[in-house]
């Protein structure tokens, strides 16, 4: 076996995303598989899927290639900044990396990380979300279709019958025969009715991860949470105030607070952070973000955003971007940070910002015409949330 490609995912590991479809990881890139194959590698076709995907992708790794849809990983592998790929962090909790050896690839039927999204219910209008994944983008988009025409399309909600079906009920037995540990994704898994009564099935041993927006958590939620043995949660937060209320739109921040105040208050909780999503937005809200993290002592892991190319940090001017870069050697230079999360989360995005960046003017174009649109239809403008005019020109934003 080949320590630099291989990932335990293939053998152990199992993601249903929010159409019911089939992955080895939540990280695995489904635009590299095409759109028939994706059709039939779903819930009620799990044995196409372990035969058709799964035995290719395992002999891949075994012989030292990269899968296409792994690219993920190995783009951070290869900046080299210190950052884990998803795929190095399920090696490491495995500890094959040590014991590579040692690991049975004959085993192929005992699912040890299941990695669940329970459709697209959800509460909130996150501005880099869409339909797909969250219900309530779906409505709005289904009320603004004049103004959200080149942006979010309605999805007809029969992609997301299969959390009804009876095939899932029929397989969560089996796949709760050998799991070790869940990560339950959205949606707002803590929103969704279906995804809360999975929780209430599983067993209490398990290793349980969440990913929430932390906008609601009632007592019986919370009560559900208690019973586990392991509890890991991250809460998605893309800003800090305002800049919260517009980015994540439908939460209010100090409500966010409030549940998250709650959280951390869980007496089985073994870790606690905050994803955050890099994009264009960061240039105003990542320093205020990175400070509150530091001030609460909070862990916080950056992915960058991966739907919307218009949202990316390539839609920021150069001058932007320099001054980017300055904001963060001024908060490093403020703080001497001795905290390994945030300092890790600093290099990623110093090297986006100076390896990867390219300027994108039709990018930058769109997204002032996104941001143009959203702002006519809710009830928070960009302006009001960062202070900042849309000035446009020949549709060049001059400060945006």
């Known amino acids: 076996m080949n320590k630099d490609t291989f990932c335990i995912m293939p053998w ?12 080895a ?32 992708m395992r002999q891949q790794m075994l012989n030292g290639v990269r899968p296409r849809g792994c690219h993920k990983c190995f783009e951070v592998e290869d900046a080299n900044t210190g950052s884990m790929s998803d795929r190095q962090i399920m090696n490491s909790s495995y500890d094959v990396d040590q014991n590579l050896d040692q690991f049975d690839t004959s085993v192929v039927d005992q699912i040890h990380y299941l990695f669940i999204s329970y459709g697209n219910v959800c509460n909130l209008r996150c501005n880099m979300c869409g339909p797909s994944s969250s219900s309530a983008w779906n409505t709005e988009a289904k009320q603004h279709t004049l103004e959200l025409l080149n942006f979010k399309k309605p999805i007809d909600n029969i992609h997301f019958k299969w959390v009804e079906s009876t095939e899932i009920e029929e397989l969560i037995p089996n796949l709760l025969q050998h799991l070790r540990a869940v990560t339950l994704l959205g949606g707002e898994p803590l929103f969704s009715p279906d995804g809360l009564r999975f929780l209430e099935q599983l067993p209490g041993n398990l290793e349980l991860s969440i990913v929430t927006n932390g906008t609601t958590l009632s007592d019986s939620t919370y009560n559900i949470l208690s019973k586990f043995d392991d509890l890991r949660v991250m809460v998605s937060i893309d800003g800090v105030g305002l800049h919260n209320n517009y980015v994540r739109y439908g939460s209010k921040w100090h409500e966010i607070q409030k549940n998250i105040a709650k959280l951390t208050t869980l007496p089985n909780l073994r870790s606690f952070g905050i994803y955050y999503i890099l994009q264009h937005y960061s240039y105003y ?7 509150y993290c530091l001030d609460n002592q909070y862990t916080i892991r950056i992915q960058p955003v991966t739907w919307h190319q218009y949202l990316t940090v390539n839609t920021l001017t150069p001058t932007q971007r320099d001054e980017f ?6 908060f490093v230079m403020q703080n001497k940070c001795n905290d390994d999360s945030i300092n890790d989360a600093i290099a990623y995005v110093k090297s986006v910002l100076t390896t990867q960046y390219s300027f994108d003017q039709a990018g930058r174009s769109k997204f002032i015409e996104f941001t143009q649109s959203i702002d006519s239809i809710r009830k928070i403008s960009f302006a009001q949330a960062f202070d900042e005019k849309l000035y446009i020109d020949n549709n060049v934003s001059k400060t945006l």
Do not use: A
């Open 25 to 56: 990881c939540c990280s695995f890139d489904t635009t590299t598989v095409t759109q028939s194959f994706q059709h039939q590698s779903t819930m009620d076709n799990y044995k196409f899927w372990k035969m058709k995907m799964l035995e290719p």
């Open 12 to 23: 152990r590991g199992l993601t249903v995303d929010n159409y019911g479809q089939l992955r």
């Open 285 to 291: 809200t990542l320093i205020p973000m990175l400070q």
């Open 325 to 330: 870069l300055n904001r963060i050697d001024q």
